[in-house]
């Protein structure tokens, strides 16, 4: 019997041990089940501004771990190594909730305030995700998603009490953009209206020539945040030539801070990576 996933706008309809577009969910048993649970391809204590955030907690350190899969197929993909890593990645460390709590309370001492889902697409590990949050809560640790935000309201609205911080990826302002890569420009901007007024959220743009760089994209970027709420941080990161995008220059530095001088006109605090 053929399974639908709830979890983004993809449903994936899946037979009995067929995997979904994501490659960490799949029909098992005739469940929706997350097949990366515990199988995590990263794991650093890294700091808290390598999120990147710049208003939560800063000068702290948080432990950060990832799987493997994406419920997006980016060319430009900067972990395609995890990300763009379909059905089980050979190399993974199985760690439990309860283990991985353990480990992020053992280095408070070095500085860690909690755990980051990052690297790869967390909320594909919703499931996952979901317990080591109520656990890290109840041990006083804090929860950090990092996200392309590509995930439906029920399933976010039930884990956004266990989460303290976000930072959401919005990669472009055109649904012809999100297009290229699988994605649903309104889907995240849901994420992000939905998340600002429940945890601290922070805002990256990957800048990519020719792709999402033009002044009136990034304005109208900087005045749709603005509109949620125009103190949310807002980050222009370069790119760099990688993965299946190598015929592209890396982003003009001269370029990034005019653009991010266009986002001041909307919002308090914008900030460039990677210059």
Known sequence: ??????????????????????????????????INYGELTAIALDPIEKKPLKHFFPGSRILSVGSYGCNLHCSFCQNSGISQTFGRHPRTTKISPDALIAEALALKPRGNIGIAYTYNEPLISYEYVYDCSRLAHE??????????????????????????????????????????LYGDLETVKRTIALSAPRCHVEITTLVIPGENDSAEEIAQMAGWIASVNPEIPYHLTRFFPQFHMTDRDPTDVSSLFHLAEIARGYLSHVYTGNC
């Open 1 to 34: 019997m053929k399974k639908i996933c709830p979890l983004c706008f993809h449903h994936c309809t899946l037979d009995e041990g067929q995997t979904g577009f994501c490659g960490a969910r799949a029909n098992i048993g005739q469940q929706i089940r997350c």
């Open 139 to 180: 041990n006083d640790l804090k929860n950090v998603l990092v996200t392309s935000g590509t995930v439906e309201e029920k399933p976010l609205l039930e884990l956004l009490p266990w989460i303290d911080a976000m930072n959401i990826d919005l990669k472009g302002f055109t649904q012809t953009f999100y297009q290229k």
